[in-house]
Structure formats: structure tokens, C-alpha cells
């Protein structure tokens, strides 16, 4: 088949959504597929192309302001007919098999590109972007707060925090706010097919997106290659003479980074905690770590290398997101590498751990400081559980099985749009 893939990331510079692009293309290259590669690349004022691992990846400039609201709408409502435009344009040109979006920027899109040009459209949801604004569900960041449902009153709700004394005004945004949700929820609806990353996105979509009540909806973990992470990261020097216990993520109140001094030192743990990561809670952190005695070490970002060779030497990780994580690359690829797990119930992270199998569960920041304890302390139960997620996410989050089941997926689509289905 000929697949164009439309991305809002793709490497070497990318987060979650460019890396699971990037997987889900070299793995259907070496299922004898031609890939297609066009990114939405906002803040660009002429388009352009690059190669990075023998694709060429043809970027679409997105103009956009700095002012918000003005932004978005730049980045979504006068982008989605120009890109969608372009991307039929690339899908009649390269005798394009199946369209497929990658983000919250290429699905409306690339529903506009397969309408113009007859191809049919899959979509890949990765967060909430079809149910929340924001994209978050998170109601205020600082508490992290899930927000019920975006109404008009929610959504003031959720205002409220980000803007601070402009509030009152930032109420007007309200009318925009809902209309451009309900638009990317039609465009959703219209894809042919919609592949959703973890249990807990489906459930969402099913209870806050009625408009996709006659969509197919399909239930497909985001690609990895597991035997070419475990080789990375062995290339990888060791970083840290010693025990180690490891962080990775924005530092910031929805990924839980505010909890990792109080629960350092609650655990007593008698190793480093390092952070791999940044954000505005960065000097916060080190200062409550300080005042706690609590040896916390922050690296800030490091390229992806480096945090492999970081993830695959640690004692164990410790993911205390609050917010509702959709399926985090971080505990999947520290699953592949066979890292104890701490982590918070949130969101997907059960697909990937399993309480008392394959890592440890928690649902507050006590029971994560009582987990962190027992990983650092008990050896053979880290051992034990280590060993179960790395063999969990070989048999689930592997590129063989998940590239092949999307490719199943696209030739369902290809032949239904064919037969006039």
C-alpha cells in the first residue's frame, strides 16, 4: 500500500505523537509499504522538506500569532482546508492508498484531504483533544482537577485559572472555545476509521463524544520497537555510579512533579531520585527538595539517548502524574526495559501496568512514597515485577503486532471504500 501519514511531530525535535509516528513509519517501510510523511509545522513561514531516517518529511508552514485564542484558531480553523487541500494535492499525486491523521492539527485535515480526493481516513486520537479544549480534561492545572464535561459553564470554570485577572474577558473566548471543539469532533466523526491508544480514551469518547456513536473505533496501543530500545539504550554509557531511582516528564502540577520531594523523602529512600525533565516547577522542586535533605538531582531535557541510558540503569521509576494520562511513552518503554514501575492510576496507565504484577499502583501521594519504599527496599519484588512488564510490552506494545494490526486496519478501510461500503 501507499500511506500518507499526516503528522503534528515528527524527530529528530518531537513529543509522544512525532516518536509514535515515527515507530508506526518505519514499521510499515519494513512491511514493504511507501510512506508519506507531512507535518503541520507551526511558526514556519515558508514550507519546506528534511530527511531524517531515510524519510523525507515534507513540512506544511503554519503561520500563527502569538496571541492566544488568535493562535489557535490560525493553528486549527483557518489551517485544516489549506492543509487538507495540500494533502489531497500529495494524495492524488502519489497514488495515495489511505490518509491517515496522527494529531489534534492533521485529523480535521486530513479528513478534508480524503474527502477532496476519495481516499479513505484514519484517525489516531493520543490524548483528549476531541473531548477537552485544552486537550487535558484537567479543570485547574495547579490542583489538576478533572473538569465533568465541557459546557459553557465548565469551560468557564476551566477559564478562570489559566487566564487570571483577564477572566472576565477571557468569557467571551466561550462561543469559539465550543464551536471549535463540536468542529473537530465533526471532523473526527467523518474518518472512516478511529484508532484510539488506550481503554481509557475510548471509554471517554464513547461517554463525552456522541457524535462518533456510529464511528469505528479501534482500540490500537501506540507502536514500539522493542528490541531497538533495549540496544539504544545499551549503547548508552552508564550515567550515575549506583542505585539510582528516576523521574521523567515536565515538571509541572498535572504530570505530579510537585509530589517528588515529599514522596522521596516519605519513602527514605537511601539512593539519588534524578529528574529528566523542566518546566515552571523546576526551582520549587530543588528548593522543597533542599529543605527536606532529600538528594534530588534535575537534568533537565536531555536528548532521547541520554534519558535511555538513564531509564535502562534505574532502580526503579517513579511517575506520579495526577493528570489522565492517555498512554505514556515513558512508562512503556521503561516496561520494555524491564524498570519497576510506581506510577499513579491515571488515565491509560493501567493498560500498561498491572497492580502487583507488572509495577505498583497508587491513587495518592502517600500509598506512591509506600510503593517507592517497597521497589527500593525489596529487591527480588522489583526483580519480579521488572520482568513481568518488560514481558507485557513485548507482547502488546511491540511494533510487529501493533504496526500489523493497524495494516489490517487499513486494508479493511481501503476495501470498504472500494466495494462502495
Given at each position: ?5 499526516a503528522?503534528?511531530?515528527f ?105 477532496r ?15 477537552c ?17 465541557c ?49 481509557q ?8 463524544a ?16 522493542i ?21 521523567i516528564g ?139 512488564a ?32
Amino acid at each position: 500500500m501507499r500511506i500518507l501519514l499526516a503528522t503534528d511531530s515528527f524527530p529528530p525535535t518531537a513529543g509522544g505523537s512525532g516518536w509514535s509516528t515515527w515507530e508506526l513509519a518505519r514499521g510499515l517501510r519494513a512491511r514493504g509499504h511507501a510512506v508519506f510523511i507531512v507535518q503541520a509545522r507551526p511558526g514556519r513561514a515558508a514550507h519546506g522538506s528534511r530527511e531524517y531516517d531515510g524519510f523525507t518529511v515534507d513540512e506544511y508552514a503554519v503561520q500563527a500569532p502569538s496571541i492566544p485564542f488568535a493562535r489557535n484558531y490560525a493553528k486549527n480553523e483557518r489551517l485544516y482546508p489549506r492543509l487538507g487541500a495540500y494533502l489531497a494535492e500529495v494524495a492524488a499525486r502519489e497514488h495515495v492508498d489511505v490518509i491517515h491523521g496522527q494529531h489534534v492539527l492533521t485529523v480535521p485535515a486530513a479528513v478534508v484531504a480524503g474527502r477532496r480526493s476519495g481516499r479513505p481516513v484514519v484517525a489516531t486520537v493520543r490524548d483528549y483533544w476531541p473531548v477537552c479544549y485544552w486537550g487535558t480534561l484537567i479543570h485547574d492545572e495547579t490542583a489538576a482537577t478533572l473538569c465533568p464535561a465541557c459546557t459553557v459553564s465548565g469551560m468557564g470554570r476551566c477559564l478562570r485559572p489559566r487566564t487570571g485577572v483577564a477572566w472576565p474577558a477571557a468569557i467571551a473566548a466561550i462561543p469559539y472555545m465550543r464551536s471549535n471543539l463540536a468542529r473537530k469532533r465533526t471532523a473526527l466523526a467523518a474518518a472512516d476509521a478511529v484508532i484510539v491508544v488506550s481503554r481509557q480514551i475510548a471509554a471517554d469518547l464513547r461517554v463525552r463524544a456522541p457524535e462518533l456513536a456510529g464511528t469505528i473505533i479501534e482500540h490500537i496501543p501506540n507502536p514500539f520497537d522493542i528490541k531497538a530500545l533495549g540496544e539504544e539504550a545499551a549503547r548508552m554509557p552508564r550515567p550515575l555510579e549506583g542505585r539510582y531511582a528516576l523521574a521523567i516528564g515536565k515538571l509541572e502540577h498535572n504530570k505530579g512533579a510537585d509530589l517528588l520531594p515529599a514522596v522521596a523523602a516519605a519513602a527514605r529512600l537511601d539512593m539519588p531520585l534524578v529528574v529528566v525533565g523542566d518546566g515552571r516547577l523546576r526551582a520549587s522542586i530543588d528548593a522543597e527538595a533542599r529543605a527536606r535533605g532529600v538528594d534530588l538531582r534535575i537534568t533537565g531535557w536531555l536528548p532521547r539517548g541520554e534519558a535511555l541510558g538513564w531509564l535502562a540503569r534505574a532502580s526503579l521509576l517513579v511517575f506520579p502524574s495526577r493528570g489522565p494520562e492517555s498512554l505514556s511513552r515513558v512508562l512503556v518503554e521503561a516496561a520494555a526495559l524491564g524498570i519497576p514501575i510506581a506510577a499513579m492510576h491515571t488515565g491509560g496507565t493501567a493498560d500498561i501496568v498491572e497492580h502487583g504484577v507488572s509495577g505498583l499502583l497508587s491513587r495518592d501521594a502517600d500509598s506512591l512514597a509506600r510503593d517507592v519504599s517497597r521497589l527500593a527496599t525489596d529487591p527480588a519484588l522489583a526483580a519480579t515485577l521488572g520482568a513481568a512488564a518488560r514481558t507485557h510490552a513485548e507482547r502488546e506494545f511491540d511494533a510487529g503486532t501493533v504496526v500489523g494490526r493497524i495494516e489490517a486496519l487499513y486494508e479493511r478501510v481501503v476495501a470498504r471504500g472500494a466495494s462502495g461500503g
